[in-house]
């Protein structure tokens, strides 16, 4: 999965605590995105960063924020979960603006 | 072959077959587009991609075809293997961002 890891890889938690996924890459790309997967609506952009301490919403952003304090790490924060944030959550990284590598995934699941 | 004229969520092609799978994009400023193949919990997978100058791009085994006048992509597989099998997600790009596809899940039949 190009240098990409997600952590945790399975959570379930209850509504309304906070939740953090994390990607980390190894590939110094400069560009790290945070898609949502779910049947029927393909990948969905959240968020995305394009730099340190630069980052911008996505499509379906409401809910969820992000932060990248270095080049490796880009952080998602549910702050009160939801049960219709229960989804397959994916991280991608792009050297340029072009091609993206995704990473393996984090399955979701808010009770 | 076996092909879909318009997108379907799934095509079913036998082994040795070519196959083609359809997607409209909806964006006519879109720079690129990428194909990507996602297997049974796994991450999307790159396969291919293809520039809004081009209109046709060749890959192992694989083919991109770009039709700028109807918004339409197309990907190609030749001789379709059981290996194959997945999801195959199209994908639109443009200022650093991509818009995807709902995606068509392809059953490879021995």
């Not at chain 1, 190009?2 to 996924?21: D, F």
């Not at chain 1, 949502?36 to 630069?54: A, E, F, M, N, T």
């Not at chain 2, 006048?69 to 199209?90: E, R, W």
Request: proline share 3%; charged share 20%.
């Amino acid at each position: 999965d190009a240098g990409i890891t997600q952590s945790p890889r399975h959570k379930v938690t209850e509504t309304g605590t906070p939740v953090t996924l994390r990607c980390h890459q190894t590939e110094n790309h400069r560009y790290m995105y945070w898609y949502r997967q779910d049947p029927g609506h393909g990948l969905r952009l959240i968020h995305y960063s394009y730099g340190v301490k630069d980052t911008d919403k996505g499509e379906v952003s409401d809910g969820y924020s992000v932060s990248r304090s270095k080049t490796e790490d880009f952080l998602l924060t549910l702050e009160s979960a939801t049960s219709s944030q229960t989804s397959v959550y994916f991280c991608a990284i792009s050297l340029t603006s072009n091609e993206q590598f995704f990473g393996p995934g984090t399955r979701l699941t808010v009770l | 072959g076996e092909s879909v004229g318009l997108h379907l969520p799934t095509l079913s092609v036998q082994e040795g077959d070519n196959s083609i799978i359809n997607c409209a994009y909806s964006n006519s400023a879109s720079d690129y587009f990428i194909w990507y193949k996602q297997e049974s919990g796994k991450g999307p997978q790159f396969i291919i991609d293809i520039r809004s100058n081009m209109d046709k791009r060749q890959g192992q085994r694989v083919t991109v075809l770009l039709n700028k006048t109807v918004k339409h992509l197309s990907l190609q597989i030749a001789a379709t293997q059981p290996g194959d099998s997945a999801v195959y997600f199209c994908a639109e790009g443009n200022d650093y961002k991509l818009s995807f596809g709902a995606g068509t899940t392809v059953t490879v039949r021995a």
